[in-house]
């Protein structure tokens, strides 16, 4: 199965929805520091997950045989939260995606201001490799926290990874480059799309 990465972008914020339509345009893929190649992905750029959205999505991962959906929250589109997209999403019609999306706002709502540190950094840049590549392949298999840092604010917390809903597979974090907006640091999960559809 190639590697192949989607992002959705859900941008409730007309002038903001504007901006992201002209990023994508610009946005390569993923960096892949081992190879130093990028890994290619589409962007879908909505307003909401509705469901001719949902069924976009569907025929789109079956075009390329892909098993799961690669998930990212782009902190760089979303002026108002630290956690990214998800707390932009407008769900009604996929009772699932919007439980998911409330067990991870629930998750995340508690997180505090801490300043991003050196050796932070230093954890994160294991993670920007293709796949699971760290300092051990089974790292999410049995770590039992794991640090994310959520960009923008440089907001840091510590999450047990038992607490995430069983849907997501948490594997990595990138770190990315574009245009003026300094280093971007995107969370990275993996939902079953057997378990949404």
């Known amino acids: 199965m190639q590697t192949f990465a989607i992002n959705i972008c859900l941008i409730p914020d007309e002038t903001t929805f504007e ?18 190649k990028y890994i290619p992905h589409a ?3 909505m307003k909401s997950i509705d ?10 991962f079956e075009k390329f045989s892909l098993e799961k959906i690669h998930c990212k929250t782009l902190d760089y589109y979303c002026k108002d939260s630290p956690v990214g997209l998800w707390n932009g999403i407008n769900i009604e019609k996929n009772s699932k995606i ?47 926290k794991i640090h994310i840092t959520f960009g923008k604010n440089d907001i840091a917390q510590t999450f047990e990874t038992s607490n995430f809903p069983k849907e997501v597979t948490f594997t990595k974090l990138v770190i990315g480059q574009m245009g003026n907006y300094g280093s971007v640091r995107k969370i990275l999960f993996e939902i079953d799309l057997q378990n949404i559809f």
Do not use: W
Not at 23 to 31: E, F, I, P, Q, S
Not at 109 to 124: D, L, W
């Open 43 to 45: 962007t879908l750029v």
């Open 98 to 144: 919007q439980q998911l999306q409330q067990q991870i706002i629930e998750l995340t709502k508690n997180i505090e201001n801490k300043p991003r540190t050196k050796e932070s950094y230093v954890v994160q840049e294991r993670f920007t490799e293709e796949g699971v590549k760290l300092k051990d392949e089974t790292f999410f298999q049995n770590e039992k």
């Open 51 to 60: 469901e001719e959205g949902l069924a976009f999505l569907k025929t789109e």
């Open 19 to 36: 901006i992201c339509e002209q990023l994508n345009k610009l946005d390569t893929g993923d960096y892949n520091t081992n190879t130093q």
